[in-house]
């Protein structure tokens, strides 16, 4: 049994789907379906269900995926190890933020990052707070940028930027005429939403609560996974919504969307780290620039 061999079962396992497998490996489909056959052969095991042209865990694959796992997260930990060695001339750093930091304030940290260490490989994915929160504690993601609070014992937590979030509207909507809104105003609203795990539904519920607003007693109507169909919704007149002003700034300069007289909401970003895990060089490196700002 190779790594290789088991990198390959780990992704089959995760797409249930040998050409997506292969897409993903930037292999042949025929080299992974060999991968597991021949992995399957010299255990005498079967690993998937092959029913008509699916493939399925089965029993026995999902106890062996949980060990092979294992065994990959501790062989890239060793990776690391020798990568820091080289003194940050290779390596990679693995990086999940949520929506709004991934797409609209990481990116220029990410390219002088690039510009300076360019030896280091970056593996950058996207999730809601949560998710990036699972995997850094997982041992997946070495940094997790997130902007909900996080509290897990395992996890530690600072702040490293700050943005604000606003309510937006579509410029016909009786909030976009510059009048205060208060506490009625914004319960007589039509929300949209993003989904429950998300920092910007962290935020919004925070603010209900404040306004000592109850979700059950709010009209929403509708929501959605992500800022961006969030924000088309609003645009589209179905409702008002508490977002980034980062995420609607390209808007809100466009004329598509308003920002309502309500004050702002300071929402800070952290910085995500498993306290006990090996802390590569690269990801030293990644903080102190990030400090810089």
Do not use: C
């Not at 865990?57 to 060793?78: C, D, S």
């Amino acid at each position: 049994m190779t790594l290789d061999q088991l990198r390959v079962f780990a992704v089959v396992a995760q797409h249930q789907h040998i050409t997506k497998a292969a897409k993903a490996l930037n292999m042949t489909a025929s080299a992974v379906s060999a991968a597991v056959t021949t992995l399957e052969q010299r255990h005498g095991v079967s690993l998937f269900d092959r029913v008509g042209r699916s493939i399925v865990l089965n029993q026995t694959g999902r106890i062996f995926l949980e060990r092979a796992q294992k065994v990959l997260l501790e062989a890239k930990a060793a990776e690391t190890v020798l990568d820091d060695l080289a003194d940050l001339e290779r390596g990679e750093l693995s990086i999940m933020a949520s929506q709004t930091i991934g797409a609209h304030w990481l990116p220029r940290r990410l390219a002088r990052f690039h510009a300076r260490y360019p030896g280091i490989s970056l593996d950058m994915r996207m999730g809601n707070t949560e998710a990036a929160a699972d995997a850094v504690e997982a041992g997946l993601i070495e940094i997790g940028l997130v902007e909900g609070r996080i509290d897990r014992p395992v996890l530690s937590s600072r702040v490293v930027a700050a943005d604000e979030m606003i309510i937006v509207v579509a410029p016909d909507h009786p909030l976009a005429d510059g009048r205060p809104v208060d506490r009625a105003g914004l319960a007589a609203q039509s929300w949209v939403l993003r989904e429950a795990g998300s920092g910007t539904r962290g935020a919004f519920e925070a603010l209900a609560e404040s306004e000592n607003l109850t979700m059950p007693a709010l009209h929403v109507a509708m929501v959605l996974p992500g800022n961006e169909a969030v924000l088309g919704a609003v645009e589209a007149g179905v409702g008002a919504t508490l977002t980034s002003r980062s995420a609607a700034s390209t808007a809100l300069s466009a004329g598509l969307l308003r920002e309502a007289a309500y004050p702002p909401v300071p929402r800070p970003f952290y910085l995500l780290r498993h306290k006990e895990r090996y802390r590569s060089k690269a990801a030293a490196a990644f903080e102190t620039l990030l400090d810089e700002d």
